[in-house]
């Protein structure tokens, strides 16, 4: 089963901060937090990963909270191209095995 | 493009055919993993290859499908007797041997959307 809570869908307006959040109260230490996105009719797209530090690269920034227990994926400016499901995932560094999907948060970018 | 290719993008069988997708990784990328996705569900965990080596199966994989990767290069996914149920979008993905990046992202390919009608 997926180790994580996301709300089921959200909107944001074209230009703004889309702020996705993410609950993973069970995490264990060497567990990582990924993020994925699926665009209609396409694979699963990896969008970033951290384990306790926040990270930023050129497609979005992870804040995770100090207790590790949630996160937030946060798209600085969105477009109508980020319309996606976003998946949030534990994983296991040091296995490098198969990632579980949950359900995902579906984003709704409105012009 | 070096990304995953999978074929065929969509198959459309009749109930009680037999089915075979293919799905060529990146290159060099040892670890390969299969995946099942209904409509509005994330993607299931099929099965794992770690080179030519079938490592992990899902209880998804009943008897009817079988996977293989014989040189360790592409893989196959085959469903005998399909049934309307196998209907889904088979997701295919890879990553490289461990030890050259610790965290590395499953590579996903586009899929081959099955309906069984």
């Known amino acids: 089963d997926a180790k994580t809570t996301q709300p089921p869908s959200m909107d944001c307006a074209e230009g703004r901060a889309a702020n996705l959040p993410c609950n993973h109260s069970t995490i264990s230490g060497n567990e990582y937090v990924y993020w994925y996105r699926q665009i209609h009719s396409q694979g699963p797209q990896y969008i970033i990963h951290g384990l306790k530090n926040n990270e930023t690269n050129e497609m979005a920034s992870l804040i995770i909270t100090e207790d590790r227990k949630s996160s937030t994926l946060i798209l600085p400016h969105a477009t109508l191209r980020d319309t996606a499901v976003y998946y949030c995932?534990?994983?296991?560094?040091?296995?490098?095995?198969?990632?579980?999907f949950g359900k995902g948060t579906r984003l709704h970018i409105l012009p | 493009d070096t990304g995953v290719s999978q074929n065929p993008r969509h198959k459309i069988t009749k109930r009680g055919q037999n089915v075979t997708f293919r799905c060529d990784p990146i290159s060099e990328h040892n670890r390969l993993y299969w995946y099942r996705q209904t409509l509005g569900q994330g993607p299931e965990f099929l099965t794992y290859f770690q080179n030519e080596a079938q490592l992990e199966k899902s209880r998804l994989l009943s008897d009817r499908f079988s996977a293989e990767r014989p040189k360790g290069s592409f893989s196959t996914l085959e469903i005998q007797r399909t049934e309307q149920g196998d209907s889904a979008m088979y997701l295919c993905a890879s990553t490289p041997p461990r030890g050259s990046s610790y965290n590395s992202p499953l590579h996903f390919g586009n899929g081959t959307r099955l309906t069984v009608t």
């Open positions: 995932i534990v994983r296991v560094a040091s296995e490098d095995d198969k990632i579980i």
